[in-house]
């Protein structure tokens, strides 16, 4: 089923990178990652989870983005960024309530996960003053009807099987892809960039996570806002990691035109994994998401 919601999004051209500084953003973010989705999972009630932020990594985040270039978001923009910041909230909280019902770990990690991702765009929000759409962090609880309306789907939804509780991550994991994917090509700001790089990594590795749980249950996720061709891409390849390219930014994705770019994104660097891939038992399954 298709989930209705009216984000703003935008079309424009992707700028290029500083690597020195994207390669050190990458790497605090991997190593992070994999410390504290290993910990800090607690539920209260079922609906809530102890999250850890960014934690110390947070602040040497914080401190590359602001050394940065200043460059002053217009309103498109601004709306932009509001938009992933609510995104995230809206993930991390079906996560975590979901995980309150069912219990299984890729909902807890996951969560942890989206944590960081939303202290990731509140260093945008501090940098440049911008208000912050998130005024009560309690599960459940948004400022604005969209999200509202899409928790109480979501949730509608994944209470009632596993196999459904899988099938709305995978959903929010496609709907923050195709998101993303046009608001990197609506902004040339380094800083936002090195942000929505980095954000739309893991959201790949997640619905990678989301549809190979799925597949054990014989079910076949279909794409709702991505592209065919993009999802199967993203599904077809492996977790993304850290590291650098100075020309192509990895991960699967469709060129402007339509067509495929082997995997590749157009311009820019990959800016490195938010979330790391152990797979010791060797299923194809990141062993943080099982």
Request: with cysteine.
């Amino acid at each position: 089923m298709k989930y209705n919601r009216n984000f703003n999004v935008f079309n424009g051209r992707v700028f290029s990178f500083a690597v020195a500084v994207f390669t050190i953003i990458s790497l605090i973010i991997a190593v992070n990652n994999d410390a504290s989705a290993r910990g800090n999972q607690g539920k209260a009630n079922g609906q809530g989870m102890a999250m850890t932020g960014m934690g110390v990594a947070g602040s040497y985040i914080e401190e590359s983005i602001n050394a940065m270039p200043y460059q002053e978001p217009d309103e498109e923009q601004i709306d932009g960024l509001i938009q992933m910041r609510l995104e995230e909230k809206l993930a991390r909280d079906v996560y975590i309530t979901l995980n309150g019902i069912w219990d299984i770990p890729i909902f807890a990690n996951i969560a942890a996960s989206e944590q960081r991702h939303m202290d990731a765009v509140k260093v945008l929000f501090d940098k440049y003053g911008i208000a912050d759409p998130v005024v009560d962090d309690t599960v459940g609880l948004f400022s604005d009807g969209t999200s509202i309306e899409l928790y109480e789907q979501f949730i509608t939804k994944g209470g009632t099987t596993v196999e459904d509780a899988l099938f709305v991550g995978a959903t929010i994991e496609d709907m923050d892809i195709h998101d993303l994917n046009r608001l990197i090509e609506g902004t040339e700001n380094e800083d936002m960039l090195t942000i929505y790089q980095n954000l739309v990594k893991g959201s790949r590795n997640h619905l990678r996570a989301f549809t190979k749980l799925l597949a054990r249950y014989d079910i076949t996720y279909e794409a709702q806002f991505i592209s065919t061709e993009e999802l199967e891409g993203i599904i077809s390849s492996g977790m993304e990691l850290g590291g650098h390219n100075r020309n192509r930014g990895v991960g699967p994705r469709m060129g402007k035109n339509g067509t495929s770019d082997n995997g590749m994104g157009r311009g820019g660097i990959n800016r490195g994994a938010m979330d790391n891939f152990i797979d010791e038992d060797g299923d194809g399954v990141c062993d943080l998401l099982q």
